[in-house]
């Protein structure tokens, strides 16, 4: 068994999502009765791999909402809960999805394992890093040349690119994809020439100096709400990966000469039997999911029962080439421009 833990995009949708599947008290109840209220285990569901393989999974709600990040104490134990309940209910691998993860990590939650009478057990957790960061960098080897841009002399600006998501990107990018350039951009100048040493190149600016020269942008930073993008300065054609959470940077930036891709998602190759992506407004939430969900149906898949993405900047192109495999192998495929990827394939005898 599976499992993923999730939340609202927002308190209003909570509220509508709670009524939905007949939490009535949760859909009138104001904000401090969300933050007292524990994890919901909400569905049960299976998955069929292209291999023939079925495993079942299961969705828990955190009943976090972005509205209590201020708040420390309530989203540490909003995350600490919900991964009791995981760990509780004998779930062999739980991906951390949404604001979960930044939470732990952040939160530094790795110091407080004893949850009342459970010792959490690491290795039944996953960020889903690892899968996020891979499926982005098909989503730039893919797509860049539908755009007629050439990424072997492109220019690729990674914002967040000392994160954990950025860090694997441009590893990717300089090692195995072989761009032009890359543009490291992030605030932290000490960490950006740490990942420049590393990489062995790589040019760092600052946001306003590296979006005009950039071909592709791959953004793996959450965005400011203030943040004004000016579409008009930006490169023709451009490609914007909206590898981020929420997914907001189509809203941001308008201009017909940049394309803005949703990053981090995947499609899988037949309809699952769930609800939750549909509250996660996916164009198709039969199909479409969260890459870092994705990852624990493929530890699942692979009986990889295992923390494969933990810590920070950990990833490894050994660990991205294999959770790609196993991705291509169980019928995921990244979300492109233009029609769906792959139709279902037979599922083996
Ligand atoms: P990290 O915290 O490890 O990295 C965040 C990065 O963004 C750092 O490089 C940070 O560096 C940089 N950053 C933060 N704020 C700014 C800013 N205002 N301007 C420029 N750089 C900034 O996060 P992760 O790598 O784990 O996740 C990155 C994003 O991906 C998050 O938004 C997360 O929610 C999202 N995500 C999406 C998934 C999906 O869609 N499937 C799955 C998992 C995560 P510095 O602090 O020095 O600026």
Known sequence: MFGLIGH?????????????????????GELDLWCSAPPQLVETFEVTSNTGKVIEGTYIDSCFVPEMLSRFKTATRKVQNAMELAQKRGINITALGGFTSIIFENFNLAKFQQ??????????FTTGNTHTAWVICRQVEQNAPRLDIDLTTAKVAVVGATGDIGSAVCRWMANRTGVGELLLVARQQ???????QELGGGRILSLEEALPEADVVVWVASLPQTLVLDGMALRKPCLMIDGGYPKNLDSKVVA????????????????????MMAVA??????????????EAMLLEFEGL???????????????????????LRHGFSALGLGPSPSPAAPVAA
């Open 8 to 28: 609202s995009s927002s308190f209003r949708d909570a509220r509508i999502t709670a009524r939905d599947l007949g939490f009535e008290d949760l859909a009138d």
């Open 115 to 124: 949850i009342r009478s459970t010792l959490l057990q690491w290795d039944r």
């Open 305 to 327: 029962h295992t923390n494969f993405s933990w810590g920070r900047n950990n990833i490894t192109l050994e660990a991205m080439e294999q959770i790609g495999a196993a991705s």
């Open 281 to 294: 407004d996916m164009a198709n939430p039969r199909r479409q999911l969260f890459a870092c969900f994705a």
């Open 190 to 196: 000490q960490r950006l020439e740490a990942l420049q």
């Open 256 to 275: 017909e000469h940049v394309t803005v891709l949703k990053g981090g998602i995947v499609e899988f190759a037949r309809d699952i039997g769930w609800q």
